[in-house]
């Protein structure tokens, strides 16, 4: 299966959210990682077929999807980033209800039905009240719908938001075990949500597709860019405002600053392994009011 985003640009009066991208997907899970109003979404919606391109294609195994469409809709599975779920709908019932909007016969509702339950691991609280459910338990009812009809591409936005660290681990696995033999999509701009599962990150700045490498290769990138420097607190604040710091940590009287700069910012500074918090910190410095890495 092969995806490709051809010189797509999408316009909204004057603004330009996305900017002549250029892409191949094949299967496995994708990270799209980008500051807030970096295009995301708007990719997204295209690639999911809700929203057509102000210039540009998309093909699935060459094809264009907006000639395909009905028959490139029935491959998709969406999640947007806020889902309308029908809070006194018990999950079964809940998804009972989406999956005979999707035209599912009884019988392969009552079959589906089961199977995604099972899949994201809600099958024992079915017959309970969805507006009861914890904000990781909703995102799973979200992608259970989204799973109804085995898509072979699930487009997830923001799936992790609002999620505590437990809930968001259980998500990504989730993700990631899904993910044989489909096109899994996911945005976000929470690094740990990708780092361990993407095969390939791709980063989007102002609309415009800045990298496409796998997690390994993007971090390569930076290796010779982080580092760690020891200092006295009067001096912390000289090096906040001449380099990018991606943490200070106390130790003692002293300061401990890890760093991204091209240059070595202190005679006794020392290499560190670079991580994809760094990474963001270096393409988004500019918006470091976005950094969440839990
Ligand atoms: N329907 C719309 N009308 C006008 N402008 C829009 C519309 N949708 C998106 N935009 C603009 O396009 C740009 C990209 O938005 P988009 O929602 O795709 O970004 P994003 O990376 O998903 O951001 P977020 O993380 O906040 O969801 C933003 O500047 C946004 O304001």
Known sequence: MNLTIDKVTKTFGTKKALKEIKLEITTGVYGILG????????LMRILASVMRPSSGHVYLN???????????????????QHVGLYKSFSAEK???????????????TKRKVAEVLELVGLAEHRKEKVGKFSGGMKRRVGIAQALLNDPKILIVDEPTAGLDPKERIRFRNLLSKISTNRIVLLSTHIVSDIEFIAKEVLILKDGQLIKKETPQELLAGIED????????????SHYQSMYKVSNIT??????????????KPHQYAKNE??????????????????????
């Open 35 to 42: 500051a807030n109003g970096s295009g995301k979404t708007t």
């Open 62 to 80: 060459g094809k264009d999807i907006v000639k395909m469409d009905h028959r490139y809709r029935e491959l998709i599975g969406y999640l947007p």
């Open 94 to 108: 809940f998804l009972a209800y989406i999956a005979s909007l999707k035209g599912l016969s009884k019988a392969e």
């Open 225 to 236: 860019k982080v580092w760690e420097v020891t200092v006295a607190e009067k001096e912390v």
């Open 250 to 263: 106390r130790n003692q009287d002293k300061f401990q600053l890890r760093i991204l700069s091209d240059s």
């Open 273 to 294: 392994i670079p991580n994809l918090e760094d990474l963001y910190l270096y393409y988004f410095d500019e918006e470091d009011d976005q950094l969440c890495s839990y």
